[in-house]
């Protein structure tokens, strides 16, 4: 059941992402952005399984980097799977997964990865700085 619970905490945070990255890339490089009902599903979806992707960072046996680049080759893979039909039919634009959308991709990834390390790291040193707290306390 713990595991249930995990799932679908991973796969709320995709969608959470998903869906923030889409309005914001739509606002900042468009001037306006489509989140009709089956848009937001589509990318709903799209984030759900990135989210739920990211259950590779928790294999013990795989080196963070070879997940991390795992975790992104999937992130590339769902993109393609995803975006390709949401531009066709939605926006009447052939979606080209070229250079330019791999690196575009890559670099809206490593943002989110950078602002997720920040928010662990904060998390840890929180947790540290109440540690010490009790433990000054206890003496």
Known sequence: ????????????I???????????IGVTCYSSVKLTL???TDISLMGAVIGIATIVFRIPQLNYYFAFL???????????????????VY????????????????VVYLIIQLVIRFMQINEVQRVNRRLKQKQKNNH
């Open 38 to 40: 089956p848009i937001a």
């Open 70 to 88: 795992i975790h992104y080759l999937i992130v590339l893979a769902a993109s393609w799977i995803f975006l390709k039909p949401i531009y066709k």
């Open 14 to 24: 995709g969608i959470e992402i998903g869906i923030t990255c889409y309005v914001w």
């Open 91 to 106: 926006y009447g634009i052939n979606y080209q997964f070229n250079f330019q959308s791999i690196l575009f991709i890559a």
């Open 1 to 12: 059941m713990r595991w249930l619970i995990e799932l679908l905490q991973r796969m709320i």
